[in-house]
């Protein structure tokens, strides 16, 4: 069972950062593959970034070389750096956890980009 919060999220101007965080706890954090997705009202949530537990990543078209996800096992936490923000990412972001078979999540955390 891995239990997964995410902070980070808010408002922030078009061309803005953000840097969202997500602390895992009650497995053995370094053994995940890691990942964020996004959400809006009506829409399919959607891949947005991932990290296995080797380092290697993999993002979305419609983020590529803006956001940038990256893991510090020491402190079970996953990152995901947002820069160069544009109104289309505002979203709910939520942490995902996967190995085999095993799937979790984070309750979200909301990102407005609004001017």
């Known amino acids: 069972q891995v239990q997964l919060v995410e902070s980070g999220g808010g408002l922030v101007q078009p061309g803005g950062s953000l840097r969202l965080s997500c602390a895992a706890s009650?497995?053995?954090?370094?053994?995940?593959?890691m990942g964020w997705y996004r959400q809006t009202p009506g829409k399919q949530r959607e891949l947005v970034a991932t990290?296995?537990?080797?380092?290697?990543?993999n993002y979305a078209d419609s983020v590529k070389a803006r956001f940038t996800i990256s893991r510090d096992n020491a402190k079970n936490t996953v990152y995901l750096q947002m820069d160069s923000l544009k109104p289309e990412d505002t979203a709910v972001y939520y942490c995902?956890?996967?190995?085999?078979?095993?799937?979790?999540w984070g309750q979200g955390t909301q990102v407005t980009v609004s001017s």
């Open positions: 009650g497995s053995i954090f370094s053994i995940y593959t």
């Open positions: 990290i296995t537990s080797g380092g290697g990543t």
């Open positions: 995902h956890a996967n190995r085999n078979m095993y799937n979790y």
